[in-house]
């Protein structure tokens, strides 16, 4: 059988299919994944091929912020980011796909979630698909949810799509859900034909220092992941966490400089990246910007999360880790180093929150493989 990938060219877009799509190739598929030119060799180390297509997101989101004053006040509207991932990439997505699959005319099309446009060239090409969720699934009642929703209609309606009315992302098609259902949004569970899949994460290859496997006290992990790397808060969580008597392993991320931080202490390692996947298991404490990649890691992996949501999906991620008992949460003016010290303090001493994590980390476990969910995807072509 052969199978198309289709995902925004982002790591937390494209890292959460990689999985799947590489399990598809080892049961013997013919897998393509189609997304941005800067993910091509991550695809091809796992003997997946990539094809170049769809918007850059750079480009994309630049396109649809043009009118902000690059010298003002930088206030990025729900209307400019409704236009980014209702309209701009749905549209470029689909167009860039239609010759693709034509010429390719693959068996079975996995779209990610924010990639609706994959979903319509699909349906345009009568081909049926599967959508890959990335996370917890947003609720429909925010501003960007809502605009975005009628801007992906407009598109379906325009390339001779139908896109639903509830949940258009979806494009109506069957969702693999990497999202532990004790956290997941109890209406979606409720509303969707949902396809259970274990959340494994997926990193660049690397090494950890050496210390990372042998330390004795605490290690304490901080990144504000690949897209909403922030000076200032990354500085005031340092500052906060260098008093905890633990070790502190700080991940830059591309959008920070290490240089930025400035000088830190002794037992704080600032590094431009870490392989995240291999480090997570050594982790007694995750502080982080709740974006879904490392939500769904400390979930696998079993570890307490402190949450510094700074945009898109991590409000409501920090949300569920807080209400179920997995962390807390420090939002806006709250991020203080004093907060930052007092929260991650009494989540390292804390064992109901250490309960609830390694219960979500068996919950977790339990899901079904990729290989396993890989085994079962004839059914759906």
Same mark, same amino acid.
């Given at each position: ?103 390719? /005319? ?11 446009? @994959? !979903?319509?060239? *699909? &349906? $345009? %090409? ?9 996370? /917890? ?11 975005? @929703? !009628?801007?992906? *209609? &407009? $598109? %379906? ?29 109890? %209406? ?194």
């Amino acid at each position: 059988m052969k199978i198309l990938f289709s995902s925004l060219g982002s790591h937390g877009h494209t890292y959460p299919l990689i999985p799947l799509a590489a399990a598809a190739r080892d049961l013997g598929h013919e897998v393509l994944y189609v997304t941005s030119a800067a993910f091509g060799p991550a695809l091809e180390r796992v003997g997946v091929e990539h094809l170049t297509g769809g918007p850059e997101l750079g480009a994309a989101f630049a396109e649809a912020t043009a009118g902000l004053d690059a010298e003002g006040p930088r206030e990025i509207l729900p209307e400019m980011l409704a236009r980014l991932f209702g309209y701009l990439l749905p549209r470029g997505f689909a167009l860039d796909l239609k010759p693709i699959i034509a010429d390719r /005319r693959p068996d079975l099309v996995v779209h990610e979630v924010a990639n609706p446009g @994959a !979903g319509m060239a *699909a &349906q $345009v %090409a009568g081909l049926p698909a599967l959508c890959h969720g990335f996370g /917890r699934m947003w609720t429909g009642d925010d501003d960007l949810v809502r605009h975005a @929703a !009628g801007l992906i *209609a &407009q $598109v %379906a309606d325009e390339l001779g799509a139908k896109a639903p009315g509830n949940d258009p992302m979806l494009m109506g098609n069957p969702y693999l859900d990497i999202c532990p259902p004790s956290v997941q949004a109890p %209406a979606f569970l409720a509303s969707t034909e949902r396809i259970e899949l274990r959340p494994v994460p997926f990193a660049e290859p690397g090494e950890l220092p050496a210390w990372v496997t042998e330390h004795r006290e605490p290690l304490v992990y901080l990144t504000l992941g690949t897209a909403f790397g922030d000076v200032e808060v990354l500085r005031t969580a340092i500052g906060g966490l260098a008093g905890l008597g633990a070790r502190v392993l700080v991940a830059a991320g591309p959008t920070v400089s290490t240089e930025a931080l400035g000088e830190v202490p002794d037992h704080v390692v600032v590094l431009p990246w870490v392989p995240q996947a291999d480090l997570l298991p050594h982790v007694d404490l995750v502080v982080h910007h709740g974006g879904s990649g490392t939500t769904m890691g400390s979930f696998g992996a079993g570890v307490p999360q402190l949450l510094l949501p700074q945009g898109a999906d991590q409000f409501s991620n920090a949300a569920a880790v807080t209400e179920g008992g997995l962390g807390d949460q420090l939002l806006g003016e709250q991020v203080t180093a004093e907060a930052v010290a007092e929260k991650a303090r009494r989540l390292l001493a804390d064992e109901a929150v250490r309960e609830a994590a390694r219960a979500i980390a068996a919950e977790v476990a339990a899901m079904p493989s990729p290989h396993e969910v890989a085994a079962t995807l004839p059914r759906y072509a």
